[in-house]
């Protein structure tokens, strides 16, 4: 019987990650399609077939696609294929990489809760935590160094309801201590949840050092070819959310995973057990109510681009690192980030605490971003950003084509200037998204606008 249950149960056999991109979540066989590659399917309602099994989808007590605002099979084979390369036993895929962050961190704050997080996350983000989500009670305590366990410890309070960080931070490539932000996490009975867009599974898994919910935005790495928008909630399936003191929400008594309005009524808790409860109601309430779902035909570009993801990585870490390396030997550049230098050779450096991080946790490399200061002032980012050839000038990550942009004015914009400055994205901060051209024609664009804009 093809697709008869969700994503409840865990994806698959563990396999080694290249074969799993390409084979977790899908068998032509076993789901009984034999089409090889997992197909689209365009259907906004699924056939009920008779009266006894409407009743048993509808009341959950059997589990199976009857409406694509809540599962899609399409979908469906994305979210097992990415819960297994995170190492998780549940995912829900949403229709971007902010309604990921978005239900992620509502899912657990809601309804006065608060959030720990440090200000280095990506723009919207962090404008999210500390200009929105306050509206709907939800507020967020900023730390400086999300890597300072003093710091983080004094910043949780009673009503803290998770910590949230980046792997890897967008565009300082500062990398997270995931192991000890856990520890800190789980000593306060809170989760953490870890956006891991920027290195994807590929790199960095966070459940495997201890994090508790993971979130992509699919739209980069994971998709690869800059042509779907997407996002994933992954689940490790560990942390134990039955505290009703803490996530009220997820003990209350509701209708809609209650057998029948007669007998008692279930809460998330009761109905799928303390590890399920919240991935179940990011499903149940937030994707079937606010309806940010993934469409069939993303998620299928999306399965298409996880097939390469390992190869491109690996491809385009090399080709980061180049880059990387060729801009500490530019006379203009007074500053190159990319914290994956640590497991290259870096001449008169100083160790710095995140290289011990990155030696670490990420052995195969942090990503394929990276940023950089140049000397003189706005007119000189200009004249690089008119300047260059192969790199295209897009607020975008994880393409097969490099891109280029200024993140103080387009994707870091809307984020507040104290927040900005902490974080090193200055007027003269440019970021590159590495791809699959050659490096020596990637060095060779930047060289060319370079000497245009110094001339
Ligand atoms: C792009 C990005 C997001 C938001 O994803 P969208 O798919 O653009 O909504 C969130 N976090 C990080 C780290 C990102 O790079």
Known sequence: M??????????????????????AGYSPVDDGLDAVVPPIFASAAFDLETAARGDRLSSGIEEGFAYSRVANPTVDILERRIAALEGGTNAVAVGSGMAAVSFALLGAAEGGGRLVAPTNLYGASVDAMASFFPHFGVRTDFVKNINDP????????????????????NPSTEPTDVRRLADIAHRHGIPLIVDNTVPTPALFRPIEHGADVVVHSTTKGICGHGNAVGGVIVDSGRFDWSDAARFPHLS??????????????????????????????????????????????????????????????????RSATAVAQWLLTNPHVTQANYSGLALAERVGHAATPADDIVRRDFPDGVGTILSFEVEGGRDVVDRILDGVEVF????????????????????????????????????????????????????????????????
């Open 392 to 455: 295209t000038y897009v607020p975008n990550i994880g393409d097969v084509r490099s891109m280029i942009v200024d993140p103080a004015r387009i994707t870091h914009r809307e984020v507040h200037p104290d927040h900005r400055a902490a974080n090193g994205v200055t007027d003269t901060l440019i970021r590159l998204s590495i791809g699959l051209e050659s490096p020596a024609d990637l060095i060779a664009d930047l060289s060319q606008a370079f000497e245009h804009a110094y001339r």
């Open 2 to 23: 093809p697709f008869t249950e969700l994503s409840a149960e865990p994806c698959c056999r563990r396999r080694d990650f290249a074969t799993a991109a390409i084979h």
């Open 150 to 169: 003093a710091e983080v410890e004094a910043a949780i309070g009673p009503d803290t309801r998770a910590v949230f960080a980046e792997s890897i931070a």
């Open 252 to 317: 209350e008594p509701e209708l809609v995973v209650s057998p029948s309005p007669e007998q008692p009524w279930d809460s998330f808790v009761s109905a799928h057990g303390p590890h399920d409860a919240y991935i179940r109601r990011i499903r149940t309430k937030y994707v079937r109510t606010f309806g940010a779902v993934l469409s069939p035909f993303n998620a299928y570009l999306q399965l298409v681009g996880l097939e390469t993801l390992d190869v491109r990585t690996r491809q385009e870490v």
